[in-house]
T-cell receptor, first 114, second 115 residues
């Protein structure tokens, strides 16, 4: 079965650089969620999109922005990277109205900021 | 706001021992409850879920029952294996003010099973 695809899987950037993370949800899933998991931490909700519109916002820094495109894939743009942005970034997707019952997670993008 | 309080780890058990990882929650409304597992270097996998009070989720020998009266969702397994070594996250999903369903996670419990 198709799963959530995230790219790249690993990314190394320097401080003050920018990064773009991509997420391709499971076909027919119209809702996408982004989570950030710092080293040894629990995942924290960043932002979500439903039908290409931002639907909820969590603890996402102003330096980060995201959008969902017409094909439902989503991109998380991160600027002025800081060492503290080093984390595992997960994308999850769900069927319409089903996010409360099941979210399918991608394998994550591991971002390292040096 | 919503929160999940999870038994702190790490937890180390011998193979075939009984496992309990405690999880309690605070939420408005009627959340769905989940246990996710994260193996070393991997992503999050849904282990089991329960969407209403008294529901029991089960998978791979793991079980958890949604107890509304005690706001708990404790994870149990009768006989653990070395392959169960991982980090376990309790999580809840509730409708937010925006009508969406973000997940709120506990801090995770690292489980190590010794042969």
């Amino acid at each position: 079965a198709a799963g959530v695809i995230q790219s790249p899987r690993h990314l190394i950037k320097e401080k003050r650089e920018t990064a773009t993370l991509k997420c391709y949800p499971i076909p027919r899933h119209d809702t996408v969620y982004w989570y950030q998991q710092g080293p040894g931490q629990d995942p924290q909700f960043l932002i979500s999109f439903y039908e290409k519109m931002q639907s909820d916002k969590g603890s996402i820094p102003d330096r980060f922005s995201a959008q969902q495109f017409s094909d439902y894939h989503s991109e998380l743009n991160m600027s002025s990277l800081e060492l503290g942005d080093s984390a595992l970034y997960f994308c999850a997707s769900s069927l319409p109205g089903q996010g409360r019952y099941e979210q399918y997670f991608g394998p994550g993008t591991r971002l390292t900021v040096t | 706001g919503d929160s999940v309080t999870q038994m702190e780890g790490p937890v180390t058990l011998s193979e075939e021992a009984f496992l309990t990882i405690n999880c309690t929650y605070t939420a408005t409304g009627y959340p769905s409850l989940f246990w996710y597992v994260q193996y070393p270097g991997e992503g999050l996998q849904l282990l089991l879920k329960a969407t209403k009070a008294d529901d029991k989720g089960s998978n791979k020998g793991f079980e958890a029952t949604y107890r509304k009266e005690t706001t708990s969702f404790h994870l149990e397994k009768g006989s653990v294996q070395v392959s169960d070594s991982a980090v376990y996250f309790c999580a809840l999903s509730a409708i937010s003010n925006f009508g969406n369903e973000k997940l709120t996670f506990g801090t995770g419990t690292r489980l190590t099973i010794i042969p």
